[in-house]
């Protein structure tokens, strides 16, 4: 049974508090000292340090209480009102800029980047060696050209294993110290995604073959025999039939590029887990980002009908090149943007970190049917890549004018969803080297309007120093070798490629005496120290990273355009002369521009500085000009039709800040 005690305490004098009243001199609470203590303690003045006793006694007085009491809810107040600020500032502040449209993408194409062993050919370790290249030029997104296992049939996009590492470019353990130390120098890492197929080589394609029951759908197979060799008209990339014999299983593979090159089956969910898992592998790694190839040939119709043949009356026994059919049933295919949304879910579970966000850009060429590219933003509801590549501007040597440059930048502007985020590329390994097809008097020019466009610039390995194509080798790839020539370093040997040996396995351009990374770094006017100080610009100029991009003017030779940025008073005039002969332009007309306008920086050194007035702007053929001026009156509501913007946001100079607008 409980029991309860009753426990006398004597709680004595100090658990009463005495100064306890309910206002001025009321009575004290129960407390048998008071009388005593009161009369004595009531007659001092409340004064600093004076002891409890005294404080208790008139603190409760309304002289006291009363201030006391406002400076409780006036804190409370202003508490309220700090938070209901800060949500405010937050619900305002633009999204911030991550670190894919900060910086630049720079594609490293390894095998001729840097070679650190001497055996000719570029190597993980070689590219640890050059970070300081990428800091040099404030670069912080560098995409790496494969280093997977490969028998190098297609410089390494013939992959054999997708989770080893070349021994030609290093070890996995050389990979891991390159993203180790690329991290910690604050630098981005982006790899190759290869899913469309596989090197002959593969492991599924050897079970495949010979009809291992769960790889036999690995990939695309099709009946062929003596009557019927091809099971269509169906060609590759790189020209003839798309399927070949495999006498091993006694049916033909499809191949979209070399035969070496069979193509997946992603029909097949098996083939879907095991790209999902590679896509795994390598985020678990740490990489940064994909590059996700020949997106658009992912999936081919599955009731394999000939393609219609651009010319019809063309014999179909002749038709060889991809350029000959219409590729109704081999690219674009229905369910290929359900493969890149799943990869992409992926990747954003690994995205949630902050700054660990991971990348992801496609590769499509459609060429004449640009909303094909559009569509790999995805929606506003499911996101596909951060962008597409885009390759529109590979034409602009075609018609070197600023009406064509213009039609060229407009191309992407006008068809890209609200919202979503512009890029620029004049060159990669598959293409010829922007320097010599455009021609070298406009590199400068080119790289200006790729750094002071809006969006991101990606820039072929050697572009920064205006290398150019090395005809004439007869190296692997004929076709290609010219853009693949190795890296430009300095004039040493081997161009400080590498310095133990002869050979390189490419040869050098023989320009490398002159135009490499060294000599172009000593010099304030090179193409190197301009890229670099335009991308600095970029950088550092609001209007150039967030603000209005708005077509100012083209014509035969000259393309200008703006960029500006609401609240802010500084703007930017681009003049750029992609003609063959100097230019004056009047831009007069253009009642937003101040009269009087300094060129902040020209390709041609000796025009830096000058005042030219709004209505004669002189340019030399593929110079260009980059005018920092002061306005208090925007372009773009006046000519909304000119102008772009991904994501609004103004500028209010009182208290410095950026915001939603
Ligand atoms: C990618 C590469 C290209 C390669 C092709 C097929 O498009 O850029 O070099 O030939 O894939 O693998």
């Known amino acids: 049974m409980l029991q309860t005690n009753t426990v006398n305490i004597n709680l004595g004098d100090g658990s009463l508090n005495p100064g306890f009243r309910d206002v001025d001199g009321g009575s004290a609470a129960e407390d048998p000292g008071k009388e005593k203590r009161d009369p004595e303690y009531a007659q001092i003045k409340p004064y600093a340090g004076m002891p409890k006793e005294v404080l208790l006694l008139h603190s409760c007085k309304a002289r006291y209480r009363v201030p006391r009491e406002i400076l409780f809810w006036l804190m409370v107040a202003c508490t309220l009102a700090l938070v209901a600020l800060t949500v405010t500032v937050i619900a305002l502040s633009p999204r911030c800029m991550n670190w894919w449209q900060v910086s630049p993408v720079y594609q490293v194409y390894l095998r001729s980047f840097k070679d650190s062993d001497g055996d000719g050919v570029g190597d993980l370790k070689g590219i640890q060696k050059q970070l300081e290249h990428f800091q040099y030029l404030n670069i912080k997104s560098v995409w790496v050209s494969p280093f997977y296992r490969s028998p190098l049939r297609d410089s390494g996009y013939d992959v054999e294993d997708f989770r080893a590492i070349d021994p030609l470019f290093g070890t996995m353990q050389d990979f891991e110290k390159l993203l180790a130390e690329m991290h910690s120098k604050g630098l981005k890492l982006i790899v190759d995604l290869i899913p469309n197929h596989t090197s002959d080589r593969h492991r599924w394609f050897n079970l495949s073959r010979t009809g291992d029951p769960h790889y036999k759908d690995y990939y695309v197979w099709s009946d062929c025999n003596g009557s ?5 008209n169906w060609v590759s990339v790189f020209g003839n039939s798309a399927w070949t014999y495999d006498d091993v299983r006694g049916q033909c ?8 090159q069979p193509d997946l089956n992603f029909r097949n969910p098996h083939v879907r887990k095991e790209m999902t898992d590679i896509i795994h592998f390598w985020l678990e790694k740490g990489v940064d980002g994909f590059r996700v190839g020949a997106v658009n040939r992912l999936l081919e119709a599955a009731h394999l009908r000939d393609e219609p043949q651009v010319d019809p009356k063309k014999a179909p026994e ?72 885009n390759f529109y501007l590979l034409d602009l040597p075609q018609n070197t004018s600023g009406l064509w440059v213009k039609h060229l930048v407009q191309l992407w502007m006008a068809n890209m969803p609200k919202g979503q985020w512009p890029n620029w590329l004049v060159g990669n390994h598959d293409q010829p080297r922007i320097a010599s097809s455009a021609g070298h008097t406009y590199i400068r020019a080119i790289n200006m309007l790729l750094l002071t466009l809006p969006g991101t610039p990606t820039t072929y390995y050697g572009e920064e120093i205006g290398m150019e194509n090395n005809n004439g080798t ?10 693949r020539s190795p890296m430009q370093w300095s004039s040493d040997m081997n161009a400080g490629f590498n310095n133990k040996t002869n050979t390189t396995w490419l040869p050098l351009h023989p320009d490398y005496r002159s135009i490499n990374v060294k000599a172009q770094m000593e010099d304030e006017g090179s193409v190197l120290a301009q890229y670099r100080s335009l991308n600095t610009l970029r950088q550092s100029e609001l209007p150039f990273l967030r603000g209005w991009f708005c077509f100012v003017h083209a014509d035969a030779s000259v393309f200008s355009y ?27 007309s253009v009642p937003e521009l101040p009269d009087l306008l300094t060129v902040q920086m020209s390709t041609n050194r000796s025009n830096d500085d000058k005042v030219l007035h709004k209505s004669r702007i002189p340019t030399e053929a593929g110079e260009g000009l980059v005018i920092q001026y002061t306005t208090n009156t925007r372009f773009h509501p006046n000519h909304p039709e000119q102008c772009y913007v991904s994501e609004k946001a103004c500028y209010l100079s009182a208290v410095d800040l950026l915001y939603q607008c």
């Open 253 to 260: 593979y499809l191949h979209q590029f070399l035969k070496e």
């Open 562 to 588: 703006l960029r500006e940025l609401d609240g802010l008073s500084r703007a930017f005039l681009m003049v750029l002369n992609f003609g063959g002969e100097p230019a004056v332009t009047d831009l007069s």
């Open 474 to 483: 007869d190296g692997p790839s004929a076709s290609q070798d010219p853009q």
């Open 228 to 232: 019927a060799p091809r099971p269509n």
């Open 318 to 389: 002749s038709v060889a090149s991809v350029w000959d059919l219409h590729h109704d049933y081999t690219t674009s295919q229905l369910g290929l943007h359900d493969l890149l949304r799943d990869w992409r879910a992926e990747m954003q579970a690994y995205s949630r970190e902050p700054g660990r966000y991971r990348f992801m850009v496609t590769e499509s060429y459609d060429y004449h049917e640009v909303d094909k590219t559009m569509m790999y933003y995805g929606t506003s509801l499911v996101k596909e890549s951060d962008f597409p590549f």
